[in-house]
């Protein structure tokens, strides 16, 4: 499967974004979906993540209550709604996919996304 992140950009802080994953190549259905960032000098990190069905979440308790994750397969689409952002919410985001469960390591991922950068100023 392929994936195409988009909608990153520049907002400023307290602002919000929506990040758009879109899959090609084969149904998004068959997978668990994932967001994962990383900073300038960091290391990828975990994000947030959607079962198959849309029914379970997981979020990184640094962004847990400002983003939510959903997903519309009938789209073959995956989403991140960023709120309240700040800026140590800036990096490149990445979606990604996973043939089996909902997980929040990369390593079980499959797929991934070219990212999308958001940079939020102060």
């Known amino acids: 499967v392929q994936l195409q992140a988009s909608g990153g950009g520049l907002v400023q802080a307290g602002g919000s974004l929506r990040l758009s994953c879109a899959a090609s190549?084969?149904?998004?259905?068959?997978?668990?979906m994932g967001w994962f960032r990383q900073a300038p000098g960091k290391e990828r990190e975990f994000v947030a993540a959607?079962?198959?069905?849309?029914?379970?979440?997981r979020y990184s308790d640094s962004v847990k209550g400002r983003f939510t994750i959903s997903r519309d397969n009938a789209k073959n689409s995956v989403y991140l709604q960023m709120n309240s952002l700040y800026p140590e919410d800036t990096a490149v985001y990445y979606c990604?996919?996973?043939?089996?469960?909902?997980?929040?390591?990369?390593?079980?991922?499959?797929?991934w996304g070219q990212g999308t950068l958001v940079t939020v100023s102060s």
């Open positions: 990604a996919a996973n043939a089996a469960a909902l997980t929040v390591y990369g390593f079980n991922y499959d797929y």
């Open positions: 959607v079962d198959r069905s849309g029914g379970r979440t």
């Open positions: 190549g084969r149904t998004v259905s068959n997978y668990a």
